[in-house]
């Protein structure tokens, strides 16, 4: 039995994927030849995703739409991976330009999609929602490729609330990946993730992370709790607390919070330094010259050495 489009046009019976999209190679599977696709794109009856991929219907689809399009536009043995795989597993909490897919061979170009040559074992691959993607533990080994420790600690902190992150199977695909330059970068990740770091929550934390280490200051700890209370940055040895502030920071209550909470680290010994994210991205000398000061002012009092 043939299906209607919108437009009257018909299109033979052919299995859609639950999005409702449809394959070149499905639809001459069908019957209809190629001229005859061409047709009903033409009519408006189908639309193109990528190509030789197409829905039955007008207008954007959902990012699993887009993703479930991206994946059969790759063709056999694509899989969703590094960040859009950290996004499906509610992983990874920032917004993304593009779609990543792994393949195991060399493939044209897809627009929107970046493209990962790799060879996948099938205990790093799983499908979730009905998307066939690398596992938590095989996502985490091929973003520390790109990904800096304290941002790759966060896609642990957030895989482990969801009880999606094993260190055993995360060490196991690391074997697995063995040659992978970067292991290491997870490696850091998994040891201050079990430190009790979340890593990199957002934007802001890492423009203020970057903007520290490439000056070659020592790097701070990244949401740990001191006194009972999570802080963006702290080093340990200088007693020194750095808070980035976002917009809720201004609210009232939330700014008697942060003033309760400084007191309590600054009659502990420490010292508190609260900065902007437009501080951070505008005066950035400005905000160097303050965690310099406050770091070389703790060393000073407690003998500790800068490094």
Known sequence: ????????????????????LVTNSQLRASGLSQSAIWYRVKRGALFRRYHGVYSLSPGELSREGEWTAALLAAGEGATLSDLSAAILSRAWRYPEDGIDITLPRRHVPIPGVRLHQRRLDPLDVCVRDGIRVTTVARTCVDLSDTLMPEELTNVIHEAAFRNRFDVKATRR???????????????????????????????????????VTD???????????VLGNEVDFHWPAQRLVVEVDGGHHSRPPTQLDDRRRDRALEAAGWTVLRFRPKEVEHRRERVLAAVER??????????????
């Open 1 to 20: 039995m043939s299906q209607k489009s919108s437009i009257g046009v018909a299109i033979p019976a052919t299995p859609l994927s639950r999005h409702g």
């Open 173 to 211: 695909a690391m074997a697995r990946a063995n040659g992978r330059r970067k292991l290491a970068v997870l490696e850091q990740a998994i040891d201050d993730w079990l430190a009790g770091s979340a890593g990199l929550k957002n934007r802001k934390e890492r423009d203020f992370l970057v903007l």
């Open 215 to 225: 000056a070659g200051l020592p790097r701070p700890r990244t949401n740990c709790d």
């Open 294 to 307: 406050a770091l070389a002012r703790q060393q000073h009092l407690s003998g500790v050495s800068p490094s």
